[in-house]
T-cell receptor, first 115, second 113 residues
Framework: DSGVTQTPKHLITATGQRVTLRCSPR?????VYWYQQSLDQGLQFLIQ???????AKGNILERFSAQQFPDLHSELNLSSLELGDSALYFC??????????????FGPGTRLTVL | DQQVKQNSPSLSVQEGRISILNCDYT??????FLWYKKYPAEGPTFLIS?????DKNEDGRFTVFLNKSAKHLSLHIVPSQPGDSAVYFC????????????FGKGTRLSVIA
């Protein structure tokens, strides 16, 4: 158990809909990252938040947005869903900055299926 | 343009033998490298890491080697066990792990009893 929790575990929805994925980081971790893993692909970085502020952006579509709340949990919002958005979405957290080298710890993921 | 490449999609090894998983990178700014292990229906689990100031890091049965001049790293598992069967991802960071990781596509390791 990494200490990172994600809900829901599975999500099935239709094209055009909007969903929200939730992540709670490990206790004490200020940074949250979102990654997408499509079929046969490695993990692609979407967005990073640090202590409530957006810190880095990757290949995140304009239809996707995220935020990190004062209690440090994060939500990833996916709207106008398309079939190609079907993927595993992982959240990771790390301490950032408190030690020199910081590994990221991953949650179990949310499997999104768009029909 | 893949900055981190794992050229072997799969590897099959007999129990008790050595497993060697390889990873190449192109970005010379990467200074921290990590290996993650992933079972089906689970998130990636951190396995071992190495900073660019070292060329070897060992943790039990797992050893990671880094060759900066060749921009190559490898993960050695000795001895391999059936429970090691999983997908292994190589990842790299350009700021000591404080920035998003760049992942390879993974190598599926099968350890045969």
């Amino acid at each position: 158990d990494s200490g990172v929790t994600q809900t829901p575990k599975h999500l099935i929805t239709a094209t055009g809909q909007r969903v929200t994925l939730r992540c709670s980081p490990r206790s004490g971790d200020l940074s949250v990252y979102w990654y997408q893993q499509s079929l046969d692909q490695g993990l692609q970085f979407l967005i990073q938040y640090y202590n409530g502020e957006e810190r880095a952006k990757g290949n995140i579509l304009e239809r996707f947005s995220a935020q990190q709340f004062p209690d440090l949990h994060s939500e990833l919002n996916l709207s106008s869903l398309e079939l190609g958005d079907s993927a595993l979405y992982f959240c990771a957290s790390s301490v950032v900055g408190l030690t020199t080298y910081n590994e990221q710890f991953f949650g179990p993921g949310t499997r999104l299926t768009v029909l | 343009d893949q900055q981190v490449k794992q050229n072997s999609p799969s590897l099959s090894v007999q129990e008790g033998r050595i497993s060697i998983l390889n990873c190449d990178y192109t970005n010379s700014m990467f200074d921290y490298f990590l290996w993650y292990k992933k079972y089906p229906a689970e998130g990636p689990t951190f396995l071992i890491s190495i900073s660019s100031i070292k060329d070897k890091n060992e943790d039990g049965r797992f050893t990671v080697f880094l060759n900066k001049s060749a921009k190559h790293l490898s993960l050695h598992i000795v001895p391999s066990q059936p429970g090691d069967s999983a997908v292994y991802f190589c990842a790299a960071s350009a700021d000591s792990g404080n920035t998003p990781l760049v992942f390879g596509k993974g190598t599926r390791l099968s350890v045969i009893a």
